[in-house]
């Protein structure tokens, strides 16, 4: 655990320094992921669909607000749409339209929220979308999660259908765009997990405010059970064909989900929680304090030692401990030349007597 919390906050040094680049960097890859899956999905027309087309509108939505990105990306939709029949591409952009006032009505600045969504149910994990949505906003993210469902299965049912309106005749073409109709606002599907959706993030958001312990890691295992069971009791009740291993899979990422971002942004130590409870001349107050974990990051330092900074540090040292220093130096050098003499006499005197040298001189005095 505390190697992840010192991973989180080193990404938050990371992210503090280049978030500009990095933001860049994610809208890019959210463009390439979403171009992508359109074009693979719905590629009516050869030449939006090429990888030049959606190589460039991912770098050209990179450099401006998410918005743009949401609207690239419906008039790509429109355009594969008009490339296979051109009722359903006004249809489209009808419901397009709808959807996209009562979106900008309630959450504007929440453009990706829509991207977010769409992108979850493209990828088979929708049960991410409540965990995340409730988690990390407001009952108002129902909106744009609802637009984001409703744009998918949109694209879903043109692309089973496509055959059948690509070989439709003028009659029949009219009678293809009622059906279409009637299946894109009558699609069972989509309205069970738009409302499996809208009770999820319900649920997280409302469990992830309580004062209970590990509220975060409740809210999402809530959320994740109540779509699993809204999904599969309407799969048998109204007779479709989800996936049950696709509903597994997704509850897994769901809670993964979950995890991660508690990790990220809810980080708390519940071992040291605290309850205060004071009062004024009108109310009594009771408040639950739980503290914030908070992981210092290990700095390694390197420090190399080299003969210019000895001598660095030698000059910067004071004149009185250098005189100092300087005074036992010679001392020392004085103390051992007189040892040296002094071994030097007797080392003298000691062969004198073993060559015989004194008595030689006494015998010459």
């Not at 299965?153 to 690509?166: E, R």
């Not at 958001?205 to 209970?212: C, G």
């Amino acid at each position: 655990m505390s190697t992840l919390l010192v991973l989180r906050e080193r990404l938050k040094k990371i992210y503090a320094a280049y978030s500009a680049y990095i933001l860049k960097i994610l809208q890019l890859l959210m463009g390439l992921l979403l171009f992508g899956l359109i074009n693979s999905n719905v590629g009516f027309m050869k030449i939006a669909s090429s990888i030049l087309s959606t190589v460039g509108l991912s770098v050209i939505c990179a450099f401006f607000p998410m918005i743009v990105m949401v609207i690239a990306a419906t008039v790509l939709i429109l355009v594969h749409f008009y490339a296979l029949s051109m009722p359903i591409a006004v249809v489209s952009g009808a419901i397009f339209l709808l959807m996209y006032i009562f979106y900008f009505r309630f959450s504007p600045g929440k453009a990706w929220l829509v991207l977010v969504s769409a992108l979850a149910f493209g990828l088979k994990i929708p049960f991410v979308v409540p965990v995340v949505f409730g988690l990390m906003g407001t009952v108002v993210w129902i909106v744009p999660a609802v637009c984001g469902i409703i744009a998918f299965y949109m694209v879903y049912f043109v692309k089973a259908s496509s055959t059948a309106l690509q070989s439709a005749d003028a009659e029949g073409m009219v009678e293809g765009v009622m059906s279409f109709t009637r299946q894109v606002l009558a699609n069972k599907e989509m309205w069970l997990m738009a409302m499996a959706a809208v009770i999820g993030i319900l649920i997280v958001n409302t469990v992830k405010n309580r004062s209970v312990d590990h509220a975060w890691k409740i809210a999402s295992a809530a959320g994740v059970s109540a779509c699993f069971v809204i999904a599969a009791a309407g799969n048998i009740v109204l007779g479709l064909h989800l996936s049950y291993v696709v509903m597994i899979l997704s509850s897994v990422a769901g809670l993964a989900a979950g995890l991660i971002l508690e990790l990220l942004f809810f980080a708390v130590d519940y071992s040291r929680t605290e309850h205060i409870q004071f009062e004024d001349d009108e109310y009594y107050y009771y408040v639950k304090a739980v503290p914030k974990i908070g992981v210092p990051v290990p700095e390694k330092r390197v420090k190399r030692i080299t003969e210019r900074h000895v001598q660095e540090e030698d000059s910067l040292q004071s004149p009185d401990r250098a005189k100092e220093e300087r005074g036992k130096s010679r001392s020392e050098k004085q103390d051992s030349s007189l040892d040296r003499t002094t071994d030097e006499i007797l080392l003298t005197r000691s062969l004198s007597k073993e060559l015989g040298l004194d008595r030689n001189s006494e015998e010459h005095e």
